[in-house]
């Protein structure tokens, strides 16, 4: 990852990067799972499946072209959005899987339309970090800040108490 000299970071926890598919879908029903617990599914049976992802200048996008690569598989992209709040709600429509991170604001009411997993090993995941400019100092309150949202980000399960 290219990280900006002029930026201090503060490393946070990894975020998993979760497939998302239909519940309806025929993957979904062969292979059970929940939100609560996603099972863990091999990347490679969504070779020619219909894939919704962000632009191809996303980060997200680059990450998961990587991931295809890696099991030399060549991705579906059937519709690309800015938003994952959309790539949920379309997944959840049927249009396809979507690869979201789990602390997006992609967190709809009715997740029952939504089957949820993991993938890759070790787990499909990149860096989460807060970040400053290197010239500003942070008040003690502030670290202190950055300091309890890691502790609650690598303890808790489910920080946000979203309700399954």
């Not at 290219?2 to 975020?15: G, H, K, R, V």
């Not at 089957?115 to 890759?120: C, F, G, I, L, S």
């Not at 070790?122 to 995941?125: A, C, E, K, V």
């Not at 008040?139 to 202190?144: C, E, I, M, Q, R």
């Given at each position: 990852?290219?990280?900006?000299?002029?930026?201090?970071?503060?490393?946070?926890?990894?975020?998993r990067?979760?497939?998302?598919c239909p519940?309806?879908?025929?993957?979904?029903k062969?292979?059970?799972?929940?939100?609560?617990?996603?099972?863990?599914m091999?990347?490679?049976?969504?070779?020619g499946?219909?894939?919704?992802?962000?632009?191809?200048?996303?980060?997200l996008?680059?990450?998961?072209?990587?991931?295809?690569?890696?099991?030399?598989?060549?991705?579906?992209y059937?519709?690309?959005?800015?938003?994952?709040?959309?790539?949920?709600?379309?997944?959840?429509?049927?249009?396809?899987?979507?690869?979201i991170?789990e602390?997006g604001?992609?967190?709809?009411?009715?997740l029952?339309?939504l089957?949820?997993?993991?993938?890759?090993s070790?787990?499909?995941?990149w860096?989460?970090?807060?970040?400053?400019?290197?010239t500003?100092?942070l008040?003690?309150?502030?670290?202190?800040f950055?300091?309890?949202?890691?502790?609650?980000?690598?303890?808790?399960?489910?920080?946000?108490?979203?309700?399954?």
């Open positions: 990852a290219f990280l900006d000299p002029t930026i201090t970071y503060y490393a946070l926890t990894d975020e990067i979760l497939l998302f519940a309806d879908s025929q993957l979904a062969e292979h059970p799972t929940s939100f609560e617990h996603p099972a863990h091999d990347v490679r049976l969504l070779s499946m219909p894939i919704l992802c962000t632009g191809e200048e996303q980060v996008h680059r990450q998961v072209n990587n991931l295809f690569s890696k099991y030399n598989i060549e991705p579906y059937r519709i690309t959005a800015t938003s994952s709040f959309t790539l949920v709600e379309l997944t959840a429509a049927g249009m396809g899987c979507s690869f991170p602390f604001e992609y967190f709809q009411r009715d029952s339309r089957a949820v997993y993991t993938v890759d070790p787990i499909f995941s860096p989460l970090y807060a970040a400053k400019n290197k500003t100092e008040s003690a309150l502030a670290l202190d950055i300091q309890l949202t890691k502790t609650v980000l690598q303890n808790e399960t489910n920080p946000f108490y979203l309700d399954p």
